[in-house]
């Protein structure tokens, strides 16, 4: 069984060298979405209003749709990419920030994953869950 695991996790980790590099976007959550909005301009104003951070330049903004099945009761999360890391690390460095904020108390900034590590960790979950039983 840990051999089987331990092969899998191989073949993921290989499979993750060829995929898309991630190491200057960022994941963000609850940011409100509203009918023809101007995501980089959202995006502007919780960099510059939120997080304090008015010089912080990101090269791509896209929202993805969310998986509630169309009841519109969720936000799709948005995927920042930064021109560079040095902006990364400021909006990461400041994101604690982000609860004194009324308007964006409940918006969290992350790291990207690729699809195979969210899978991964959504796999991990679902084992822990199922042993704690």
């Given at each position: 069984m840990i051999e089987t695991?331990?092969?899998r996790m191989?073949?993921?980790a290989e499979a993750c060298k060829t995929e898309e590099n991630i190491?200057?976007?960022?994941?963000?959550r609850n940011?409100?979405?509203s009918q023809g909005?101007?995501?980089e301009n959202k995006v502007s104003a919780l960099f510059r209003e939120g997080l304090k951070l008015p010089n912080v330049h990101f090269s791509s903004v896209?929202?993805?749709q969310s998986a509630d099945n169309g009841n519109g009761n969720k936000n799709g999360v948005v995927i920042v990419k930064f021109q560079t890391a040095e902006d990364k690390k400021?909006?990461?460095t400041n994101k604690k920030d982000l609860f004194k904020s009324r308007q964006y108390a409940n918006v969290f900034i992350n790291h990207d994953q690729l699809k195979n590590e969210r899978l991964m960790a959504n796999n991990f979950r679902t084992l822990l869950a199922a042993l704690k039983r």
């Amino acid at each position: 069984m840990i051999e089987t695991v331990s092969v899998r996790m191989d073949s993921l980790a290989e499979a993750c060298k060829t995929e898309e590099n991630i190491d200057l976007k960022v994941v963000i959550r609850n940011l409100p979405e509203s009918q023809g909005e101007n995501i980089e301009n959202k995006v502007s104003a919780l960099f510059r209003e939120g997080l304090k951070l008015p010089n912080v330049h990101f090269s791509s903004v896209t929202r993805k749709q969310s998986a509630d099945n169309g009841n519109g009761n969720k936000n799709g999360v948005v995927i920042v990419k930064f021109q560079t890391a040095e902006d990364k690390k400021m909006v990461m460095t400041n994101k604690k920030d982000l609860f004194k904020s009324r308007q964006y108390a409940n918006v969290f900034i992350n790291h990207d994953q690729l699809k195979n590590e969210r899978l991964m960790a959504n796999n991990f979950r679902t084992l822990l869950a199922a042993l704690k039983r």
